[in-house]
């Protein structure tokens, strides 16, 4: 697998004879083998980035509000990720971001987001990412990929298997919390419904900032889940969750150590229905989950 290159994602589809199995394929070894897949595509998607000119930014347009935005690129990246998948996959359903598709109700599915933070690529910020993940049952994520914004390296996960970054086991980086506030001296993610904040975002910032805790909004939410893994603030809070965008970062941030906890505190890997956070460790997650709790108490 390690020998297998290319510098177009169309190309993985030549690629895939090369994990052509002459046996019936157990369900381990057809994860290891979408393992695998969704690394080398990651890969590509990420030298497709590198290699973006300006001519993707030239046809943008407004999806659900004009503030929703997809480019050129978006599409491009959707429809070669697509043809790797079903060379590779025919039997399992895609769900993306620009073309929909059908979840089934049990098995697999895949789950694509192109371009998580088109509005950055949009406006010249360098700051966005790529998704993919493998769910079985509609709950479970068993395989993630994303692209690091920073240096555009691949970050991907199995369940049960680690996070990996080129090769190298990753674990979230230890750090000095304060004895008595966990969230004082911290910096915590968060990210808007397109332009809007959501419910009890206001109230979010009032209480983060009383306890000396900055908040940003870095314009991700596939890039602000996984960041914890990579030691890039103690939390992130999401309003609510969506497939295509949170579930590859949501299964790397678990195999890196972190914890993810819906708005009722429960920690779980599908946080659907819901908003959710993502977080270093559980004395943060639980001090972010009280300030989230508190800020929807003085709605009501």
Known sequence: MDGITSNRLAAIRESAHSFDVDHEE???ERDERAFAVARLIAQDAAELVRESAD?????????????????DLDGLIERLVRQALRAQFPEIPIVGEEMGG??????????????????NYANGLPWFSFSLALVRDGSEPIVGAVIDPIGWRVITARRGYGAWAEGQRVTIPERAIDASDPLQGTVVA???????????????????????????????GTA????????????????????VDHFAGVLI????????MDMSGRETLNPR????LASRDRRCAGALAQVWHEALSELE
Do not use: M
């Open 224 to 243: 602000s889940v996984f960041g914890i893994a990579l030691g890039r603030g103690v939390g992130t809070l999401i309003g609510h969750f969506g497939p």
């Open 26 to 28: 157990n369900e381990s």
């Open 102 to 119: 059908d979840e089934p109700e049990c098995g697999d599915c895949w789950f694509l987001d192109p371009l998580d933070g088109s509005i």
């Open 190 to 220: 968060v990210e808007l419904d397109n332009q809007s904040a959501w419910r009890g975002l206001n109230g979010i910032f009032g209480r983060l900032s009383e306890r000396y805790c900055t908040l940003r909004v870095p314009g991700s």
């Open 55 to 71: 001519e993707y930014r030239t046809h943008v347009h407004g999806k659900a509000t004009p503030a929703d935005l997809v480019t």
């Open 253 to 260: 941030v678990h195999e890196a150590g972190g914890v993810i």
């Open 273 to 276: 229905n819901s908003g959710f």
